[in-house]
């Protein structure tokens, strides 16, 4: 079953963003999706723009491209943090992370 099967998306457009008030700056989403997170100087985590560009402000979301779908939700499920959020760009309900349903 794949990612998208198993939340019940259909095809939905998905956004992430991080809170870097719960980063433990581990740095793993940069390890499983680096076109998506990268480590600033702080040593926090941040989602980058489809342009590249590190997106600092904060609850700053990006799209989750799909080919990179399963390494973004990998990154949420493995994040010691617990501070990767995905939602449904249409209404904004988590469907991966910690406060998903």
């Known amino acids: 079953m794949s990612v998208q099967q198993e939340a019940g998306l259909g095809g939905e457009a998905l956004e992430v963003w991080i809170d870097q008030d719960l980063c433990t700056g581990d740095g ?24 590249d560009e590190l997106l600092q402000d904060k609850g700053a979301s990006t799209p989750v491209p799909l080919p990179l779908l399963t390494d973004v939700v990998d990154s949420a499920r493995e994040c010691p943090g617990e501070c990767i959020h995905v939602r449904r760009v249409s209404d904004r309900v988590e469907v991966y992370g910690p406060d998903a349903e």
């Open 28 to 51: 793993i989403c940069a390890q499983y999706a680096p076109e998506v997170f990268e480590l600033d100087i702080d040593g926090l985590a941040y989602v980058k723009s489809p342009e």
